[in-house]
């Protein structure tokens, strides 16, 4: 070890780092950073390490399989854990709390494309990141209006993208979905998916400005003024899908790329490759992603079912992605002392 190293618990060099990010973080982030590294320090306290100074590589790699099988996580996710521990790690060495260079120890999962892509979704702390960026630096734009609408109504791209801007109710807080197939909108189960949709005032702050300022103002080939409008009017679901690839690369929204690649020859960087990121996510991933969130706010089943146009047997084998040991922690609270 060597002498220069200053001793430190665990929980006090995340105290330490959590504050220093509060400065230039947003809370959510900071909260995100909070949440994945207490399952570092949870570690660090079963095993006994109380000075971080004395923790080797080998820990770290330790580390990452127990975090792997206690939260039972796909790679996408442990990629995500991983890749904070390790801007901790490297704090922690500007601190000099452990050796230099002990951060390159933690080896991120390989992440193919294809990858997971059934169970891929954006997580709760990743869309928060995410939010928190767009309604700082991309306030009202087309972009941030759609993750807006999509994520807090968990619906498809193609309910979004029939969307006229009279399917918005700004009075009442409220989307209305509706089956037009003769008008050129299809919804994915017909007139049995048309329904109303009650959202939020933050999102409608966001939809009222996105109206007033930024939207193309133009019909399409119906007559009909499309919410999430381009210039040539209404767009297809793929320019859609190509929007929230390119603005779902963590290099974006978090200025840190999770995956070490260079951003000067990085190919996800390059013109209409967003999808060649191994973390950006289709609109179906973020759908997944809102339904978890919000089962995992213990709203029932049905609701979440009747608001996501889904059954709930299609709800339980492909959406929901609690684990069993978060569904058991849910279930306790419903236990009478």
């Given at each position: 070890m060597s002498e220069d190293l200053q001793p430190i618990s665990p929980d006090e060099a995340k105290r330490m780092y959590l504050e220093e990010k509060s400065s230039e973080a947003s809370q959510s982030t900071v909260q995100a950073h909070d949440y994945r590294l207490r399952h570092f320090v949870r570690w660090c306290d079963e095993e006994d390490i109380e000075n971080l100074n004395t923790l080797t590589g080998r820990d770290l790699h330790k580390y990452k399989l127990w975090r792997r099988d206690d939260g039972d996580l796909n790679n996408v996710s442990l990629v995500t854990q991983l890749s904070t521990l390790r801007v901790f790690i490297r704090w922690c060495e500007q601190i000099e709390a452990v050796k230099a260079g002990l951060n390159e120890s933690i080896v991120l999962p390989e992440l193919s494309k294809g990858e997971d892509q059934r169970d891929a979704m954006l997580s709760s702390e990743e869309a928060g990141e995410l939010l928190d960026y767009l309604r700082e630096f991309e306030f009202a734009t087309r972009t941030h209006a759609l993750v807006e609408v999509l994520w807090h109504s968990g619906m498809r791209i193609g309910a979004a993208q029939s969307l006229d801007v009279g399917d918005y109710k700004s009075d009442e807080a409220l989307l209305e979905l509706r089956?037009?197939?003769?008008?050129?909108?299809?919804?994915?189960?017909?007139?049995?998916?048309?329904?109303?949709?009650?959202?939020?005032?933050?999102?409608?702050?966001?939809?009222?400005?996105?109206?007033?300022?930024?939207?193309?103002?133009?019909?399409?080939?119906?007559?009909?003024?499309?919410?999430?409008?381009?210039?040539?009017?209404?767009?297809?679901?793929s320019t859609l899908?190509?929007?929230?690839?390119?603005?779902?690369?963590?290099?974006?929204?978090?200025?840190?790329?999770?995956?070490?690649?260079?951003?000067?020859?990085?190919?996800?960087l390059e013109r209409n490759k967003a999808s060649k990121c191994p973390s950006s996510v289709s609109p179906h991933a973020i759908r997944r992603g809102s339904i978890t969130h919000h089962?995992?706010?213990?709203?029932?089943?049905?609701?979440?079912?009747?608001r996501m146009d889904v059954s709930l047997d299609v709800l339980e084998?492909?959406?929901?992605?609690?684990?069993?040991r978060e569904k058991s922690e849910q279930r306790r609270d419903y236990i009478p002392d």
């Open positions: 089956h037009r197939p003769d008008q050129g909108t299809k919804l994915k189960n017909g007139e049995e998916g048309e329904r109303y949709i009650a959202i939020n005032n933050e999102v409608c702050d966001v939809l009222d400005a996105y109206i007033e300022y930024h939207r193309e103002d133009v019909t399409d080939d119906y007559g009909r003024r499309p919410l999430f409008s381009s210039r040539a009017g209404r767009p297809q679901k899908r190509d929007s929230l690839y390119k603005i779902t690369r963590p290099c974006i929204y978090t200025n840190h790329c999770p995956h070490d690649r260079d951003t000067d020859d990085c190919e996800a089962l995992s706010d213990d709203i029932p089943d049905r609701v979440v079912s009747d084998k492909h959406y929901d992605r609690r684990t069993e």
